[in-house]
Nanobody, 115 residues
Framework: QVQLEESGGGLVQAGGSLRLSCAAS????????MGWYRQAPGKQRELVAA???????VYEDPVKGRFTISRDNAKNTVYLQMNSLKPEDTANYYC?????????WGQGTLVTVSS
C-alpha cells in the first residue's frame, strides 16, 4: 500500500507564493509519474502539473510561467512551487502517483488566495 502525505497549503494574498510537498511512502514498486491536480468548489478536478521519473514535465496553461514542479526521486517526493498566485488558484490541491498500473491520491491540501 502506497501513501501520499501532502503539506504546504494555506492562505496567501494574491501575488504571493506557496510551496507544496508530497512524499510517497509504503510499498512503492515503481513510479511512472507524480503530479498535482486541483479542484475548486463546484468544478471538476484538473491537472496542474506532472513530472515523470525521466524528468518529462507537463503544465496546464493557466499555471505556465508561475508554477514549477520538481521531484526528488531518492526521497519519492514531488514539489510544486507556486508563485504569483491569483484568487482563481484557490482550490484543494491533490498529489497523484502513477505506478504504471494504478493511481494513488493524497488527501488534498487547501490553497486559498485572497484578493
Amino acid at each position: 500500500q502506497v501513501q501520499l502525505e501532502e503539506s504546504g497549503g494555506g492562505l496567501v494574498q494574491a501575488g504571493g507564493s506557496l510551496r507544496l510537498s508530497c512524499a510517497a511512502s509504503g510499498s512503492i514498486s515503481s513510479i511512472n509519474a507524480m503530479g498535482w491536480y486541483r479542484q475548486a468548489p463546484g468544478k471538476q478536478r484538473e491537472l496542474v502539473a506532472a513530472i515523470t521519473t525521466g524528468g518529462r514535465i507537463v503544465y496546464e496553461d493557466p499555471v505556465k510561467g508561475r508554477f514549477t514542479i520538481s521531484r526528488d526521486n531518492a526521497k519519492n517526493t514531488v514539489y510544486l512551487q507556486m508563485n504569483s498566485l491569483k484568487p482563481e488558484d484557490t482550490a484543494n490541491y491533490y498529489c497523484n502517483l502513477d505506478d504504471g498500473y494504478s493511481e494513488v491520491w493524497g488527501q488534498g491540501t487547501l490553497v486559498t488566495v485572497s484578493s
